[in-house]
């Protein structure tokens, strides 16, 4: 079983930048994708090959993965509140990190 | 314009079973891997199952192998998961998702039903 950690919650001022991390083994030499998830809805592919954004979502959205450590950056945050999870595969299996809350102040 | 919906849910005791479904449609369904992903209450994403485009190739997480069976049928562009031996922890919100590709390992979802509920209560 791979183990992928993300912070439980991340606060970030209106219009300030926000850095959501997911932490696994390695994990730079997977690919990590990312999921914006709002209350009551399904999750949203925000973030595809640890960099890519899918067609439609802001550019103010990007992605980095690198050593044990891949990061969600979403600069200029706005209307941007919801629970953010990390994707990777390992071993023929999926797994997510726990969700990280992004809060905007 | 791509569409997942999901149906089957629904109240089932411990121990009994239940089969979801997932509608597919706005793409051509057997040139995709397709996924299930369920949500307790209240909790994260938890991978469940995926299956590749021609239904040869089958994923399953840990605590539900041998268990939960998955499959499909590309003509009527549906995908299945069949649920037994069903425990109060299966308990969630399960959705159906499209793969970026037709293998089912290494890929990503692009698309995303609204998900059934299914509650395993006495």
């Known amino acids: 079983s791979y183990e992928v950690t993300q912070p439980l919650s991340v606060s970030v001022a209106l219009g300030q930048t926000a850095t959501i991390t997911c932490e696994g083994d390695?994990?730079?030499?997977?690919?990590v994708h990312w999921y914006q998830q709002k209350p009551g809805q399904a999750p949203v592919l925000v973030i595809y090959?640890?960099n890519n954004r899918p067609s439609g979502i802001p550019d103010r959205f990007s992605g980095s993965n690198s050593g044990n450590t891949a990061t969600l950056t979403i600069s200029k945050v706005h209307g941007d509140e919801a629970d953010y999870y990390c994707?990777?595969?390992?071993?023929?299996?999926?797994?997510f990190g726990g969700g990280t809350k992004l809060t905007v102040l | 314009e791509v569409h997942l919906l999901e149906s089957g849910g629904g109240l089932v005791q411990p121990g009994g079973s239940l089969r979801l479904s997932c509608a597919a449609s706005?793409?051509?369904?057997?040139?995709?891997?397709m996924t299930w992903v369920r949500q307790a209450p209240g909790k994260g994403l938890e991978w469940v199952s995926a299956?590749?485009?021609?239904?040869?190739?089958?994923h399953y997480s840990d605590s539900v192998k041998g268990r939960f069976t998955i499959s499909r049928d590309n003509p009527k562009s549906s995908l299945y998961l069949q649920l037994n031996s069903l425990r109060a922890e299966d308990t969630a919100v399960y959705f159906c998702?499209?793969?970026?590709?037709?293998?089912?390992?290494?890929?990503?979802?692009?698309?995303w039903g609204q998900g059934t509920l299914v509650t395993v209560s006495s």
């Open positions: 299956i590749s485009s021609g239904g040869a190739k089958t």
């Open positions: 706005g793409f051509t369904f057997r040139d995709y891997a």
């Open positions: 090959k640890d």
């Open positions: 390695n994990i730079g030499s997977k690919h």
């Open positions: 998702a499209k793969a970026n590709s037709s293998s089912s390992a290494f890929s990503y979802f692009d698309d």
């Open positions: 994707q990777v595969w390992d071993s023929s299996q999926v797994f």
